[in-house]
């Protein structure tokens, strides 16, 4: 799948003048930095690799071959979190993590849950069959049933302040928009504080814009590729 917006010269080339991330025009991680920079009031400028062709520039900075990267300060991070904890401590802003060590602590943990469903996600669109997509739909609803009981009254995961935890779940749900075009599939009935919570991050400004707005037609585009029983049933 070509990415949006692809580099003509090597990265070393161009002038940095604010902060670069290196992107994917898909990945979840990547929209969760951009998220938090958008909320941190972060200028920044995004730069779109295809993970199928890495340009060597690319695999020379990112130890993993993955995005998201953040250039800046003449290093380069890797990793959403270690990215979005860095804009914490360093970028001015509201805060995004609780100041209590305890909630803190808490918030990092769903942080990893929001991460565990993502994993889940990419099971169930890549299921080849009947049998392990259910279980994947089953391990998915189990994950938000779990959410559920830990949501209070919002609008946001913790109350009235955004936090990452809200930047990490914001690109989970947005799965969900592609998935509901094939069927319900049952993963938010009777799950009310999820389904307002869900609704809420599709409004925020820094989730909603942290694609590009052709992003449901690659999303779909890339799930009919996939070969699975997802894909014969969106066929």
Not at 1 to 14: G, I, Q
Not at 136 to 149: D, G, M
Request: aromatic letters at 12%; hydrophobic letters at 45%.
């Amino acid at each position: 799948m070509p990415a949006p917006f692809f580099p003509a010269l090597p990265l070393e080339t161009v002038p940095m003048t604010t902060p670069r991330l290196i992107s994917h025009a898909l990945c979840p991680y990547v929209q969760r930095a951009v998220i938090a920079l958008t909320e941190k009031g972060v200028p920044h400028e995004r730069v779109y690799v295809d993970l199928d062709r890495k340009p060597a520039w690319f695999t020379a900075i990112s130890p993993l071959g993955k995005v998201p990267l953040l250039e800046t300060g003449g290093a380069v991070l890797f990793e959403s979190a270690a990215i979005c904890e860095y804009l914490e401590e360093t970028a001015a802003g509201p805060r995004l993590h609780p100041a209590d060590p305890l909630l803190r602590a808490r918030h990092r943990g769903w942080m990893e849950f929001g991460s565990a469903i993502l994993n889940d996600i990419a099971g169930f669109y890549r299921a080849p069959d009947a049998e392990s997509f259910e279980a994947k739909r089953r391990a998915i609803r189990e994950k938000f049933e779990q959410v559920e009981r830990e949501l209070g009254e919002g609008p946001w995961f913790a109350g009235a302040e955004f936090s990452l935890v809200d930047a990490v779940f914001g690109p989970v749900f947005r799965y969900f928009d592609a998935f509901e075009t094939v069927a319900g599939f049952g993963f938010f009935d009777g799950l009310p504080k999820l389904r307002t919570w869900r609704a809420a991050l599709a409004a925020r400004p820094s989730v909603r814009d942290a694609v590009a707005p052709d992003y449901p037609e690659r999303l779909r585009a890339f799930l009919k590729a996939r070969d699975s029983h997802l894909s014969g049933l969106m066929a």
